[in-house]
């Protein structure tokens, strides 16, 4: 089912956690909500289940306005960050529950669901453990198996891995992409790691203060952000102030040629990737800075060099073989970068 929000806004006092906010989530995407600690990611993912009322704005499912519709109404399946599965009750009673609750069908019509469930996230054997007998990503299944349960229109799940450490956070993410390329729900991801968020997502959508500064697929927050604020949450960047004469850049009256993305054309600030950058002898280019720090990683050598006059650092990396040392003054080429407004 297509989901539709408009110029939603909701605020907490006076914090305003979603400000204006429009997304469409096509019927079966999977799409990731992106974005810092504080963003509102939490907050959109409420006011979708209906724990959580916009003060403006509109909520559709489908062609139905869902705005006023109370949670139950909705037919929404939600996991948490900390699922809390029923202690007490077995595997197989957390996902029966809201079955029976429902009356979903006979004691035997439900047994036979649950079964399926058991099957699709693979804990058939564990059907009469309790929870405390799983482990962290077990549960996390049983919480998935127990909202699917329930043929939810609409799949929320609020950083569901969030507690669980790289390697099986890494599997289970997969599991859920294979999971949701057969089951087809709507499904709405929450995390705050990018590599999750791109890996298992069709379109990831990048929240900053309440807003979306961008949706997409992972080629367009990468190759295309738009704005500064996608270009400096995907990946490493730095950014010099740059005046512009309509041709080239210049920093600190000094034009310099770089292959310029983007349609921004204006003085702003000028954003590259550590590998997007060249050392040279200083009288090679038209930029110099000072090499402040210099480091060994797993690729070859980060540095990190302050341009012209500036205490700003740029970040640069280079081959191993790299002959920079800390202290000593080198060019700096811009092979390619990205220029915002100051306000873009
Ligand atoms: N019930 C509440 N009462 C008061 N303020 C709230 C409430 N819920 C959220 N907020 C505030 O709204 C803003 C957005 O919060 P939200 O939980 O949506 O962020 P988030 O993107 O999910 O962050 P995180 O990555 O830390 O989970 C924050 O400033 C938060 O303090
Ligand atoms: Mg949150």
Request: charged share 25%.
């Amino acid at each position: 089912m297509d989901i539709r929000i408009v110029g939603v806004s909701k605020a907490f006092g006076r914090t305003g956690a979603l400000r204006g906010l429009d997304l469409e989530i096509s019927a079966g995407e999977l799409i990731a909500l992106l974005g810092p600690s504080g963003s509102g990611k939490t907050t959109l993912l409420r006011v979708i289940a209906g724990l959580e009322f916009p003060d403006t704005g509109q909520v559709y499912f489908g062609n139905e306005d869902a705005t006023g519709l109370a949670v139950q109404e909705r037919q929404i399946g939600f996991v948490f960050q900390h699922y809390a599965l029923f202690k007490h009750m077995t595997v197989f009673d957390n996902i029966a529950y809201g079955l029976r609750v429902r009356r979903r069908g006979t004691a035997t019509e439900i047994a036979a669901r649950v079964g399926e469930l058991l099957e699709l996230v693979q804990l058939t054997d564990f059907a009469a453990r309790h929870p405390r007998q799983l482990s962290g990503g077990q549960r996390q299944r049983v919480a998935l198996a127990r909202a699917l349960a329930v043929d939810p229109r609409v799949l929320l799940l609020d950083e569901p891995f969030g507690a669980l450490d790289a390697k099986i956070r890494r599997d289970l993410r997969r599991w859920l992409r294979e999971l949701h390329d057969r089951t087809g729900h709507t499904t709405v991801f929450v995390t705050h790691d990018q590599e999750e968020a791109i890996e298992l997502a069709d379109r990831v959508a990048i929240l900053n203060g309440g807003r979306i500064e961008q949706v997409g697929t992972a080629d367009d927050i990468y190759d295309r952000p738009a704005t500064a604020f996608v270009m400096s949450f995907v990946g490493d960047t730095s950014a010099i102030p740059v005046g512009f004469d309509g041709h080239r850049p210049s920093f600190e009256g000094r034009a310099f040629d770089t292959c310029l993305l983007g349609p921004h054309r204006g003085p702003g600030l000028f954003y590259v990737r550590p590998r997007d950058v060249e050392v040279t002898a200083p009288e090679a280019a038209a930029i110099t800075g000072k090499v402040r720090t210099v480091h060994r990683t797993a690729t070859g050598l980060r540095t990190q060099i302050s341009p012209g006059t500036t205490d700003t650092l740029i970040e640069i990396e280079l081959d191993s073989s790299a002959k920079v040392k800390a202290g000593s003054q080198v060019g700096l080429r811009f092979l390619r970068g990205r220029l915002f407004g100051v306000r873009g």
